[in-house]
């Protein structure tokens, strides 16, 4: 089973454009002359046919453009097809994201195109044993129990769990298929991994997204990885990041753990977990006592930085060091490396998201870029790395419990857009959901349970929770439930529910963590190779994958299940009213031209199947640096079309490589900061002051574009009478044909307004980034000067917080824990752990712990060790003694299971399917605690105590 070819030459291909060999490129650039760099010199003459001489039969090899369906980064791959058996991979060097570069998991994909470990058919646990049924009456049978619980208590009860490894189109249908079953309890992984980032993001300055790109890390002055350690979750970002530091730029990693990342900086900070915005609040002290802020920047486009002033006095370097663990000297080289090296970026991840305040310690991050005036160029901005190939699209088309695709939100009028892009009736949709409101909430405009907390909405005495009745069903639809914390009521929640259905190609721990005798089914979904569709990299750009192999055993792909349900429970008329349905699978593009009718929002309107498979054919002509094509049929457009790719395909807006920049104009992907809240606040302007794009004919801030505005300024009648028609009463959302945007871009401006970034946030608990210590606290000194939140109703859930926070847990659970990535692994581990290659290079579960707090528990290096829980919980795990983590803190990976307290789930999977390496759940001993405004859990600071086992 070889991942590369032992030939020299290039594999027989369609085009001359297909890519090479590996060898070949090493042997006609030369291994010293070049490397990396040298990828950007090739050209079409040195990819020449030849035929690939280890294989042992003549069948003829088809070589399938793809992408890689781990991490975010969008790494392109050649996938070598033989009588529809995939036989090969090259990662591709002409492709302008990895130029070449593979990590471990990328190097396994070829694993997918064998999958021994795969559900073969879908099942059903019966009596305690798997029974193998048909198609046909696994969804007759799941769509029954649906319509049963729909009658008996309703729609809300059925509870929706979307994937990050959906295409987006496949995300997009799930989100249409829970709206048209009337539920908003719906969400997927992104409420685990960046959803405090979304909303501290957007509403500081616009859309809640990287802003720039990996690319373009290589022109950053300087980089600050705060709880982000790319070397394991992006190994191939670090060419990126390297590059910019042999480019001479300054690298500062901020984390509890001495990383792999960390071992590259210039500058290592010890953080002390949860303690993010004393420690930005401690840089902003210096740079406001030296004046190294960006006057003319904050004058003219940040809104409320006085107030941030003001709140930094208190952070004295004495304060800081107190609370945060950094002595005043390194915070002081720390603030003038970033003065002096601009325009600086900064990069984070779970680090810095999975906290009950991560919502203010994004925003934190976002200021301090603000201050030194890093917003809009090259080389600056907030990268903000996502964990999974397609959690910024499943984010994008609303797979989330509180908005629909686009970010549109849930109230009347966003649900009236997507009924006109439907071309359905409004009250049909609404007639969907439970009419009466629940504890005050509607329904169909409230936000629904989160995917951290879907146990709760089963366990939740029911008259506490905001909905008629508790969750007795859910699909687990290419998410597992290892991912979260609290494993004891997980497991628990499993067990009490009337159906539990996993959607998958593996039976995840959704499938065999309870410890029931029926009700569970298990549906053999496709892998993303045996499909085709888009993908939506961290950086916003979209990426066309071929389908490389047809559908393993039985299994179906998403939008196809989709359908079969939707057909089932009478709602398929609605559901593909406009999409074109081959025998029962629907049509991939057609999803892709409806969200381009709707997704005005956000810029997913121009890049239409026709401009993407484009860009997909030709991804060597993309420059590496700046992500344009200087030729070709692309000329001038940056790679993937990343959003926004403003008005219809049409327009061939270019998209946008780098968010809110004003030295381009509008048309070529230039803007500026979002307005998304009037006009002004407590009488002060928030438009921008004197700040605007390059060729805009409005030179001031303005308000976003309404039909209004257009005849205000005398543009209405640049529309199309067709134009006309639809824009007449509706703005630059929600006008579907788009004129309204093609107007207003023509004078230069900004659909959505041009705006001043806000310090402050009025519709948020805290205004401006709080310091709140963590629920689980070592800290309980600082718990009366920096408390947490009182309890409170949160997304249909009473939620917990100074109830938690004032029980002192410290004293018998002295160490600090925290979670996260191994290079070998991601996320739940199934897939990764189920794969040969990947699972022979890390074996065991473990615990990485203090040679001081090991000697003092009589703990050598490779003892069982219990990690035990303040909430009782209690797991088996192998110690790491290491100095990587400080004395009093230590840290677990998050990507194993098939152990739960000490028991081995061995027997609960169906023959065959036992994952290569299981082992205890992180997140079994991980405890309560959920941001303020998402629902993110807070895993990056909790407590435990180990002892030997």
Request: with cysteine; charged share 25%; hydrophobic share 35%.
């Amino acid at each position: 089973m070889r991942l590369t070819r032992k030939s020299d030459q290039a594999v027989t291909a369609d085009k001359p454009s297909l890519g090479l060999n590996r060898r070949q490129f090493l042997k006609s650039a030369g291994i010293t002359t070049g490397g990396i760099a040298a990828a950007s010199m090739l050209g079409t003459g040195m990819m020449r046919k030849a035929e690939a001489k280890d294989v042992a039969h003549d069948a003829p090899t088809e070589i399938k453009r793809t992408i890689c369906s781990h991490c975010s980064v969008g790494c392109g791959i050649y996938a070598e097809v033989q009588n529809g058996v995939w036989t090969g991979q090259e990662p591709a060097f002409d492709h302008p994201f990895n130029a070449g570069g593979h990590c471990a998991k990328g190097a396994a994909l070829r694993e997918h195109g064998h999958g021994a470990k795969r559900l073969k058919y879908p099942m059903k646990l019966e009596g305690g044993k798997w029974k193998k049924l048909s198609w046909e009456q696994a969804i007759n049978e799941v769509g029954d129990q649906m319509l049963k619980i729909r009658q008996e208590a309703s729609s809300d009860s059925v509870f929706f769990m979307g994937s990050a490894k959906f295409s987006n189109e496949q995300a997009y249908m799930y989100r249409k298929l829970a709206a048209m079953w009337g539920t908003n309890n719906v969400d997927h992984s992104a409420r685990i991994c960046h959803s405090t980032t979304v909303a501290g993001v957007a509403n500081t300055w616009g859309y809640g997204a990287q802003t720039n790109s990996f690319n373009d890390i290589r022109n950053a002055k300087a980089m600050m990885f705060i709880g982000s350690n790319p070397s394991e979750a992006h190994p191939v970002a670090m060419q990126h990041v390297l590059e910019g530091k042999e480019r001479g730029a300054k690298i500062i990693v901020v984390d509890p753990r001495f990383t792999r990342t960390a071992a590259k900086a210039d500058e290592y900070v010890h953080i002390r977990p949860g303690t993010d915005i004393p420690y930005i609040y401690g840089l902003l002290w210096h740079i406001f006592e030296n004046g190294w802020e960006d006057e003319t920047f904050i004058r003219q486009r940040v809104y409320g930085l006085e107030r941030i002033r003001e709140e930094v006095k208190k952070w004295t370097p004495e304060e800081v060091e107190h609370v945060v663990g950094i002595p005043k000297a390194q915070m002081y080289r720390v603030a003038k490396m970033l003065a002096e090296h601009r325009p600086g970026t900064v990069v984070w991840c779970m680090g810095g998201t999975q906290h009950h305040i991560g919502n203010a310690n994004t925003r934190a991050y976002c200021i301090l870029q603000l201050a030194l005036g890093n917003m809009g160029k090259s080389g600056g901005g907030t990268n903000i790395f996502r964990g999974h190939d397609n959690v910024q699209g499943a984010t994008d088309f609303g797979l989330l419990f509180d908005t629909l695709p686009g970010y549109y939100g849930l109230k009347t009028g966003s649900w009236k857009h997507w009924c006109n892009v439907w071309d359905l009736d409004y009250e049909w949709v609404k007639a969907r959901f439970d009419q009466e409101k629940r504890l005050g909430q509607d329904p169909m405009t409230s936000t629904g349970i989160p995917c951290s907390r879907w146990h709760d909405g089963v366990l939740e005495d029911k008259d506490k929770i905001a909905q008629k009745d508790n969750i007795r069903m859910a699909f687990f639809w290419g998410q597992s439930v290892n991912t979260e914390t609290r494993g004891r009521e997980v497991r628990e929640a499993l067990n009490k529910m009337d159906t539990v259905v996993v959607v998958d190609p593996f039976p995840t721990m959704a499938g065999v963590m309870h410890t029931r005798k029926d009700g569970v089914y298990l549906l053999p979904a496709a892998t993303q190779f045996e499909t085709y569709g888009s993908v939506s990299a961290s950086n916003r750009s979209l990426q066309w994958r071929t389908k490389v192999i047809e559908p393993l055993f039985e299994s179906k792909p998403d939008h196809e299940i989709m359908y079969l349900l939707a057909k089932k429970v009478g709602i398929a008329d609605q559901f593909c009213k406009h999409i074109k349905v081959n025998g029962t699978e629907p049509l991939i593009e057609d999803m892709t031209r409806e969200f381009n009718k709707g997704m005005w929002t956000i810029g997913y309107t121009g890049q239409s199947p026709e401009r993407l498979k484009m860009h997909q054919e030709n991804w060597g002509t993309f420059d590496i640096n700046s992500l344009e094509a200087p030729g070709g049929p692309a000329r001038g457009e940056t790679y993937g079309l990343p959003w926004p790719c403003w008005g219809t395909p049409e327009m061939k807006h270019p998209g946008s490589q780098i968010l809110y920049r004003t030295d381009r104009e509008v048309k070529n992907g230039g803007g500026n900061f979002r307005a998304r809240y009037g006009v002004e606040h407590n009488g002060n302007n928030i438009l921008a002051e004197g700040s605007y794009s390059v060729g805009a004919e409005i030179q001031d801030g303005y308000p976003e574009f309404t039909h209004t505005m257009l005849k205000q300024l005398g543009w209405w009648d640049e529309l199309t009478a067709e134009e006309k028609k639809h824009a007449e009463g509706k703005n630059w959302k929600t006008d579907i044909s788009g004129g309204i945007q093609r107007v207003a871009i023509k004078h230069g401006c900004m659909p959505y307004g041009n705006a001043k970034a806000r310090c402050i946030v009025w519709n948020f608990p805290d205004d401006i980034p709080i310091h709140r210590e963590p629920l689980y606290t070592p800290r309980r000194d600082l718990v009366a000067k920096y408390p947490t939140y009182e309890d409170r109703m949160v997304a249909r859930l009473p939620t917990l917080y100074k109830s938690i926070q004032e029980k002192d847990f410290a004293k018998d659970f002295p160490l600090a824990v925290t979670t996260g990535r191994l290079v070998e692994y991601e996320g739940g581990g199934e897939e990764t752990r189920s794969n040969p290659w990947l699972a022979e290079l890390q074996q065991e579960m473990f615990i990485e712990i203090n040679p001081a707090d090991a000697a003092d528990r009589g703990l050598r290096d490779g003892d069982d060790v219990h990690v035990h829980s303040p909430e009782g919980a209690k797991i088996t795990v192998k110690a790491m003694v290491t100095p990587r983590v400080i004395e009093g803190e230590c840290f677990m990976p998050y990507h194993f299971a098939g152990v739960f307290e000490g028991e081995k789930l061995d027997k609960h999977y169906p023959e065959g399917t036992v994952p290569y390496v299981t082992g205890e759940s992180a997140n079994t001993v991980m405890t309560y605690g959920y941001d303020v405004v998402t629902q993110m859990q807070e895993t990056k600071s909790s407590l435990c105590q180990i002892s030997k086992a």
